[in-house]
Structures are given as C-alpha cells and as structure tokens.
C-alpha cells in the first residue's frame, strides 16, 4: 500500500510547489481553461463581523429550511411564529416547562463541551445518563441515609456511577488505544439493556409494571419558593463551576494546551492522560446528574425512557456552544423552547416528535456547513491569456 | 444437538450479510480517507426507503432493495458535500447525518403509515438437489439471493480495490491526498465517488434488514448494527476479506442468542442482548493490544479534510 504511493508520487516529482500545480495541471491536462477556477485556502483567523455574518447566514437557513419542513407536513405558515415564539416564552405555563426541560440539556451540553476540550469524543452520554439514573434509584431502594441527605446521597452516587461508567472508554482510550467513539456507543446499548434487566427483574415496580417504585417525596428534586426547579439551579450552579474550571484554573490551561497539541504537552511534562481521565470523569458526572435530574425532577421515578435523544442533544449542544459552557447554557435553553414547542405541535398538529430531532439536525447542518466560511477563503485564480 | 448447529449455523449467513455490506461500504469510503460514520443513519433509510417501496407498489423484493440503495446513495451527497466540499469535521458531520436520518425516516414511516406493517420480503432460494443434502444442504443452499451474492460482491471490492486503476487512485487519495493530487487524481471527485458508491452498499444492508430479516419497519430498526460495523472495519482493517470474515463471527453470535432460548437454556434475557455489543467492544479491544506498537492499517489521510493551498 505503501509502495502505490511513493510510486504515486515519485510520478509526480515534476510539479512541486502547490500553488503553481493548479495552474500547470491544467496546461498538462491540455484543458485550457478560459477563465480560471476556484480555489480554497484555510485562513490564519477570521474578523468578527465574518464569524457573525456566517453564523447569521447559518441561522437564517436552518431556521428558513425547518419552516419550510414543518409548513409541508401541515403546519399553517402564519402560526409558526406564535408556535414557536408566544407559545413558549410569553406563555407562563410553557415557559416553565422551558425552565424544567432546558436543566438536563444544560448537563448534557456541558458534559459534551468538557469532553470534546480534551479531544475526546463522548457519544456515551445517554449510558452514563442511564447510570446516573440507576445510581440514585440504588439509594431510593435501599432508603440510604436520613431523609433530609437522602436528594444530596442520589445526586452523589448518580454522580459516582455515571464516573464509573465513563471512566471504562476513557481507559480504554488512555491505555489501549480503543477508539473511544465506538467504545461509548456500543456501551450506550449495553448500559440500557442493563437497566432494562433491572426493571423487568428486581426493580420492577408492585403495579407490575417495568419501571422502579416511585420515589418518595423526599426524594423528588423540590422547586424554589419563585417557582423555578432545583435542578435548573443545578445546572446552573453547575455552568458556572465549569466555567471557573475552563477559565480561571490550572486544570483548564492545561485543557486547552492538551486539546492544541497533545503531543507537545506531552513532551512538555504536562499530566495529559490524567488530564484527559479527569475530564472524561468529568463529562460522565455531568451526564449522571443529568439523569438524576430527569429522574427525580420529572418523571418520579426510573423508567426505560427517560434518556433517549439527550446524548445526540447533549453533542449538539457542545458542538454549537464551541465548547464554552456559557454559550452551551444558553444554546441548551433554546433548545429546550426547541423542544418544548415540538411538544405543543404535536398537540395541536399532530406532528411526529422526530420532527424536533430534524430541526436540530438541520440547524447543526448549517451552522457546520457555515464555518466553512469562517475557516477558509475562497478566491478565483484567473488565467492570463 | 444436530439440529440446534444446524439451525444455528443456517441463520448464521443471514444475519452476517448487512454486516459485511455495510463494512464493505464503509471500507470503500475510508479508503479513500473519509471517515464515515453514517452507516447507522444511511442503513435506516436503506430499510426505510425499500419498505416504502415494497408497501407502495408491492414490486420484486430485489428491486426495493434497489431503492434502498439509491436512496441512501442520494442522501450520502449531502455528507459528501459537507465533508468533501465544505470541510465540515468528519465527526460531526456524520453524527449530524446519524441524527437527521433517525429522524426523517422516523417522521416519514409515521407520516405515511409504514410503521409496522408487515409484508412477505424476500425469501430464501433452494438450490434443487444441493438442499437436500443433510446438514450442509440447510446451511449452505437454502438462503437467498443476496447471501449467494455476497461472495462477488466481496471479490468484487477486493479486485476494485487491488487491482484496478480506479482502486489505486481511491487508495492513493486515502493515504495521501497531496501525492494524488500532484499525480493528477481529482481528489475531491474520488472521495465524492467512493463515499457514494460505499453509501449504497450501506443502503443495501440496511434494505436487507428490513426486506429479508425483520420483514417489518420500526423506528431505529437497525439498533446499533451500523455502528457495529464501523468497529468491524477496524477489526477488518479495511480489507474486504476479512470483514466479511468479520461479519460471519457477529452473525454468528447475533444467531446463537435466539437458539439458546429455545434450546432451553435460561439466561438473563437483557443481559444477554448485550452480548453483540460486548463482542464488539471485545474485538476491538483484542485488535488495539495486537497492534498496539505495531504498524496500523488505518489509511494515512482518514478523517483528514483535503484543502489544496493549506499551510502546514
């Protein structure tokens, strides 16, 4: 295989330098090329108003493609505003919703965003949300603790066996080499058929059904006197602690110096495999709280569906947030409005809920396709005559 | 116990097909350095769109699937033309392609009403006086037409791959796509033609799913076989041969599972479902400490965007 190549391009020794090959290899070729053709070079940096132009473009394009997508399945053009708008934010009842929906999509985007500023790919949010889920309800079971740290008892050890669970592709990653976005995926499926054994086997609940018994009241995340739940001020607390980790501490230079070039840090001295270890650990903790989030903030107890979409969301998340976890806040907010008016759609159109997973996907498609602007210029090379 | 190896060892090549189709599909596109981690995504609308195809005007089974190839070939040029043409990370553009597949054939199969409903698909092919044969005539000459295709298809990749010119352009363009530029190739245009030539074959996987396995669509009927047989490519290390030999140790294990049931051994019946995953993970673990100071096979520029004019 080798060997082709070299061949390869020992054949091509007469052309050297790159930017005269375009203009030789067509002259070579015999294709006399009137006017020029494109090309394409990657930029140093990129100016502001460019960064916003493209991400204004993306925007309008996604958002622009998703209208067009749900007018065509039969939703009246000139609701879609109220839907998507009045309907959720200025709607008290909904915007609530909002508040609850947006805690877990702030965990998972967070816990995607620390994960891909090691350069490590984590796809295994929604095994590590199970875990986390599996975690908590242990503690609920067994009536662990008194009642007043029974809540702080779920969240720790949703927290220890989310780590636990992420720490087997970080390992993995770090000692052998395993491609940990396989690793994390094929792992999602394994951790859900787990908890499905568990609620068909020796959690299943008295009324027969495959879910846990319900939590007890003591165990359910309350909500703050104004009305906003505990688990948002989680999240909450949770960005902001990320936050300090990325900007402020030690941990987070040596973040960013791993995630520029791993190899140099290394060379450098800099612990990278324990820094990637820790923040993997990290990512699979957020994940975890997440599930407990889910589990004790809105469905009560452990069910078999109360993970599915959160890990792609949470991936999403990070990737449009540029792993900042501010900006992954703030996205997670807009894309539990996402959700939450898919919820009344569905309602009142009778949508498909999948239609809120194409509009994620379409917005992403954009705002990636978009930064093709940002990351190359591209110029037109006239041939004189 | 004859006839449980029996039984066993005749569902063994149906199961192993979508793997081995989606892995030679997937092995065609990383050859030439894209990376592709759409097969969960392009295999559903392979299922999706034959299904559709099937239901809707009720042709020869062989020619839904023919659909199903074509339309996730058609899809592909989307991921093409992010990874190709607009350098979007490989990663996320195939994630994102993951995602929106999941939830365009979901949304379409419940919009049109193909959600579980059931048809004949396509059935095995007995092969007159050779499936009589005790033992070998039920394993080996009582499966359908594209378990009989299979080994062409995979002779097929192999010769493409080996032994043509368009291979070695393909794997020139895989391993470094500036010496195949500077020698002429067009590297865009062999990425472009190898990730859609490998995405139909994906779709054929899925399609065979749908029309000879299952014989039903559901939403996310492929669970997980699409990211399985991107492992699969790593324990294969992008050769054909071997990822159909691949293919036939996952089908193998996919077919026991049943058979031990109803051999009447109780076991965990969750738990066991996840033995194909741990499998996999298995194997991916046992070729990482094989070939951990070893050379890899992996090709030079896979994952790696081509643009011209960079500076490095």
Redesign the interface.
């Known amino acids: 295989m080798r060997d082709d190549v070299s061949d390869a391009t020992r054949r091509a020794s007469p052309i050297d330098t790159a930017g005269n090959a375009v203009i030789a290899k067509a002259h070579a070729a015999g294709r006399q090329r009137r006017f020029g053709q494109i090309s394409i070079e990657v930029r140093r940096s990129a100016s502001f108003p460019l960064r916003l132009f493209a991400l204004a473009a993306a925007l309008v394009t996604g958002l622009g493609l998703s209208a067009f997508a749900l007018i065509l399945v039969g939703v009246p053009a000139e609701s879609l505003a109220d839907e998507f708008v009045s309907a959720t934010i200025l709607d008290p009842m909904n915007f609530k919703a909002v508040l609850v929906q947006a805690a877990p999509l702030i965990l998972v985007g967070l816990a995607a965003a620390m994960a891909f500023r090691v350069r490590f790919w984590n796809l295994g949010i929604e095994g590590q949300m199970i875990f986390g889920g599996v975690g908590a309800t242990l503690v609920s079971l067994l009536h662990l603790g008194p009642e007043w740290a029974r809540l702080p008892l779920m969240g720790l050890a949703a927290v220890t066996c989310g780590a636990l669970w992420a720490s087997i592709p970080a390992l993995l990653k770090l000692r052998l080499s395993v491609n940990e976005i396989i690793s994390t995926l094929l792992l999602n499926y394994v951790a859900y058929y787990v908890l499905l054994h568990l609620l068909y086997g020796a959690w299943k609940d008295e009324d027969g059904f495959p879910h846990s018994p319900a939590y007890a009241a003591s165990e359910l995340l309350p909500n703050l006197d104004s009305g906003v739940s505990v688990s948002l001020v989680l999240a909450g607390g949770m960005t902001l602690l990320m936050t300090y980790l990325v900007a402020r501490s030690r941990a987070g230079f040596y973040m960013r110096f791993v995630s520029a070039n791993p190899g140099v840090a290394r060379a450098l001295g800099l612990p990278v495999a324990n820094m990637v270890l820790f923040v993997v650990l990290v990512s699979g903790s957020l994940a975890a709280l997440a599930g407990f989030v889910v589990s004790s903030g809105q469905e009560g107890r452990l069910t078999q569906s109360f993970f599915p979409g959160y890990g792609v969301s949470g991936v999403l998340i990070g990737f449009l947030a540029r792993n900042n976890p501010v900006a992954a806040a703030v996205v997670a907010l807009l894309m539990s409005v996402l959700v939450i008016a898919g919820q009344n759609l569905q309602v009142f159109y009778g949508i498909p809920p999948s239609m809120v997973q194409l509009i994620q996907a379409v917005v992403v498609m954009s705002v990636a396709a978009s930064d093709f602007l940002v990351i190359h210029r591209v110029h037109w090379i006239r041939y004189r005559a | 116990m004859t006839t449980f190896f029996v039984t066993w060892l005749a569902t063994i090549p149906q199961l192993a097909v979508p793997y081995a189709l989606a892995a030679l599909g997937l092995i065609l596109s990383e050859r030439a350095g894209v990376l592709n981690?759409t097969a969960e995504g392009l295999m559903l609308v392979g299922a999706l769109a034959s299904v559709a195809v099937l239901l809707t005007f009720r042709p020869d089974p062989l020619v839904a699937m023919m659909a199903g190839m074509l339309a996730a070939a058609a899809v592909s040029v989307?991921f093409s033309f992010?990874v190709i043409v607009?350098?979007?990370?490989q990663?996320?553009?195939g994630?994102?392609?993951?995602?929106?597949c999941?939830?365009?054939t979901?949304?379409l199969g419940?919009?049109f009403g193909w959600t579980s409903k059931a048809f004949s698909g396509l059935g095995p092919v007995s092969l007159g006086v050779l499936a009589d044969i005790p033992v070998i005539g039920p394993i080996l000459f009582r499966q359908d037409v594209i378990v009989y295709l299979m080994i062409p298809i995979v002779f097929g990749v192999s010769y493409l791959l080996q032994r043509t010119r368009l291979g070695?352009r393909l794997?020139?363009v895989g391993?470094?796509p500036?010496?195949?530029?500077?020698?002429?190739?067009s590297v865009s245009m062999t990425r472009f033609l190898a990730v859609t030539a490998g995405s139909a074959l994906v779709g054929l996987a899925g399609a065979y799913i749908a029309v000879a396995n299952v014989k039903v669509w559901i939403?996310d009927m492929t669970?997980?076989r699409g990211?399985?047989a991107?492992?699969l490519v790593?324990f294969a290390r992008w050769n054909p041969w071997r990822a159909a030999a691949g293919a036939l140790l996952f089908g193998s294990i996919q077919a026991v599972i049943p058979k031990l049931a109803a051999a009447g051994i109780v076991l965990?019946?969750?738990?066991l479902?996840?033995t194909p995953?741990?499998a996999?993970?298995g194997v991916?673990?046992w070729v990482?400490?094989r070939h951990?100071n070893g050379p890899s096979?992996e090709p030079?520029a896979l994952g790696q965007p081509y643009?011209?004019?960079?500076?490095r």
């Open positions: 981690l989307l992010l607009l350098r979007v990370n990663v996320i553009a994630l994102v392609i993951v995602f929106f999941q939830g365009l979901s949304l419940n919009l070695l794997r020139a391993e470094s500036e010496a195949a530029d500077a020698m002429g190739v939403d669970s997980g990211w399985i991107i492992a790593i965990p019946q969750y738990l479902m996840t995953y741990l996999t993970l991916m673990i990482s400490i951990l096979d030079g643009v011209r004019e960079e500076r």
